[in-house]
């Protein structure tokens, strides 16, 4: 059993991540009024002192803690990592993303600065965005400043605790959230100054910040107080969670996540960078994630180095995702180079069992090392962070890969002698089981249970990304990701008699999907082009269209290498027996599909 402690952003986001397991779990908020929706979850509101966290604990057989509180709840992370110390249970940090300091602010170590601060540089009119828990803080300054006003949440326990605090009502203002609404108010106010905690991206931080210093308002930050010392791990966010929990608890989840080859040979490549400019191994380096910046922690293997180049190595790791290179070691070696001004200054190239490129349809040239080209923009984020501007060549390779190759789809693809290297999200998801389309079952039964009457399907990260934009006004239980089971999910939600259904789905699976595979795994079926030969004779397709298709070897080559007329009819003709095959599935629900285009 795993227990979640926090009503914020982050907790929200760890309740969804536990959530999909669809097993029982409990989650505390301090305030009754915190509304958090969760299929599994059990609810405790108020708050735990330390000796009651851990009979909680031992009376409910919590084996994993997990802290996603607000920063500056110093006591609840206190009480928490003294009760998992007691109980003899881990316990894992869900910490937010800080933006880098300001030198235009004025940070101050605790409240008591705060007010040193503001009475030093005599400032009299306040707009406090501090919280209502701080208003008593603040009491020396605000008692002989009738000029402070206070933003609290809209929320009657918030009042209630400003009056007990003898704040005059007439002078609060209430939370709404957003730039716009932030400029508002203090356009509205034209304070000479704001307080605010260092509260992190969730905490709207940044847009308090850029409104005040555009508008001409000083800035005053509380700083966030140090975290203790005892979390067995921290992380980030949710891709940092799972494979935290998948690590600490590991039979929590009934599969395990991965990652990709593309996140392995990133890490390596900065373990490797890491020793030859500080002479230190890393056991872990951090690395973000493509799309949501996420940063989480990789294991190496391996450094070792001659003197001129360093080569680190780490083993993928797919977890329950029955992929031919899981297990492989990802060899990463770097070479500071001398020139200056080399554009670009990161050359990253294949080494031995990494395959090279022989035919078009690619987003490299003919030759090219087979790394995609998110996993390259991985890599050269990592580079340029650690040594911006320098010369850096970069050499990936995989001992066993030039074995391994013949076993995947690369030779049909016109990759010869090794694998790729590539993700296009940095993860890897169990997609090839029974069990993930039992998770594909519990998200959308988690969807319908927290009141949505639609759901948004979509392969994986990059079109849910995509999806997501489309459908803004969604929540995010609304998109769920089916992988290669199309026909197993539209049968499931068929049964569950969801009355919207929209499908967002890209070109390669979209082409499978149009000859009528509902499964479109590529260890199963591939492209067959003369399918679309006859979908481009159905669609009216130019003759040249149809020569340019007999020779294709990608699917997305019907996007990028037809002209916009061609290409148009194609895609048209495509979704449209997509939509015959999928309409076959959910006769009677509204359908929309969409063709997500890289």
């Known amino acids: 059993m795993i227990l979640i402690l926090g009503g914020t952003t982050e907790g929200r986001a760890a309740i969804q991540v536990v959530d999909e397991a669809g097993k029982p779990f409990y989650y505390a908020t301090r305030f009754g009024e915190q509304q958090i929706e969760a299929k599994n979850g059990i609810r405790i509101d108020g708050g735990l002192d330390c000796a009651e966290m851990r009979s909680f604990i031992q009376e409910h057989d919590i084996r994993l803690l997990i802290d996603a509180a607000h920063p500056f709840a110093s006591q ?60 008593s803080k603040l009491k020396p300054y605000w008692e002989n400043h009738p000029n402070t006003i206070f933003r609290i949440l809209d929320r009657e326990s918030s009042r209630q605790s400003a009056i007990s605090q003898g704040f005059p009502i007439d002078r609060i203002c209430y939370f709404v959230g957003g730039a716009e609404t932030e400029r508002e108010l203090m356009e509205h106010i034209r304070p000479e100054a704001i307080i605010t905690k260092e509260s992190g991206e969730s905490g709207f931080f940044s847009d308090k910040v850029s409104t005040a210093l555009n508008l001409g308002i000083r800035v005053y930050v509380v700083c966030r107080p140090k975290l203790p010392d005892s979390y067995a791990l921290v992380v980030e966010g949710p891709i940092g969670l799972r494979l935290a929990i998948d690590r600490l608890l590991p039979s929590f989840f009934d599969q395990h996540i991965g990652l990709t080859t593309g996140t392995f040979a990133t890490a390596a490549t900065k373990a490797a960078l890491l020793y030859r400019m500080y002479g230190k191994i890393y056991r872990e380096v951090s690395v973000a994630l493509p799309k949501t910046g996420e940063r989480i922690l990789v294991r190496i293997d391996r450094v070792e180095s001659d003197g001129l180049t360093v080569r680190a190595t780490a083993f993928k790791d797919g977890g329950d995702d029955p992929d031919t290179t899981h297990g492989t070691p990802i060899v990463a070696q770097i070479h500071l ?53 320098r010369a850096v060549d970069v050499l990936i390779s995989v001992p066993h890969g030039r074995d391994i190759g013949p076993r995947t789809f690369n030779p049909r693809l016109g990759i010869e002698n090794g694998i790729s290297i590539i993700g296009t999200t940095g993860v890897v998801r169990p997609f090839s089981s029974e069990a993930f389309v039992a998770s594909i079952e519990r998200a959308v039964d988690i969807a319908l249970a927290v009141g949505g009457d639609t759901i948004v399907i979509n392969s994986g990260g990059k079109s849910e990304y995509k999806m997501k934009e489309m459908y803004p006004h969604l929540p995010p239980h609304s998109f769920v990701q089916y992988g290669n089971f199309i026909g197993k999910t539209l049968e499931m939600l068929n049964r569950r008699n969801v009355p919207h259904i929209v499908m967002g789905i890209m070109i390669g699976k979209a082409v499978k999907l149009a000859e009528g595979q509902l499964d479109t795994h590529s260890h199963k079926v591939v492209m067959n082009r003369n399918f679309l030969l006859n979908l481009a004779q159905e669609a009216g397709c130019s003759a040249e269209a149809c020569n340019l298709i007999s020779q294709m070897n990608l699917a997305r080559q019907v996007l990028s290498d037809l002209n916009k007329e061609d290409s148009e009819k194609m895609s048209a003709a495509i979704l449209n027996h997509c939509y015959q095959v999928c309409k076959a599935l959910i006769p009677n629900a509204h359908f929309d599909i969409h063709l997500v285009k890289d």
Do not use: W
């Open 76 to 135: 609840l992370h206190s009480n928490a990592t003294k009760a998992a110390d007691a109980t003899s249970i881990p316990i894992i940090r869900y910490e937010r993303n800080y933006p880098l300091r300001n030198p235009k602010l004025v940070y101050c170590s605790d409240y008591e600065d705060a007010i040193r601060c503001l009475l030093r540089d005599r400032i009299s009119k306040l707009l406090a965005l501090t919280g209502v828990q701080t208003i």
């Open 337 to 389: 180079s001398n020139e200056e001004n080399r554009i670009p200054p990161v050359n990253i190239d294949g080494g031995e069992g990494i395959g090279r490129i022989t035919l078009p349809g690619f987003d490299l040239p003919i030759g090219s090392a087979a790394i995609n080209t998110t996993p390259r923009l991985m890599i050269m984020q990592e580079v340029t962070a650690l040594l911006p501007g």
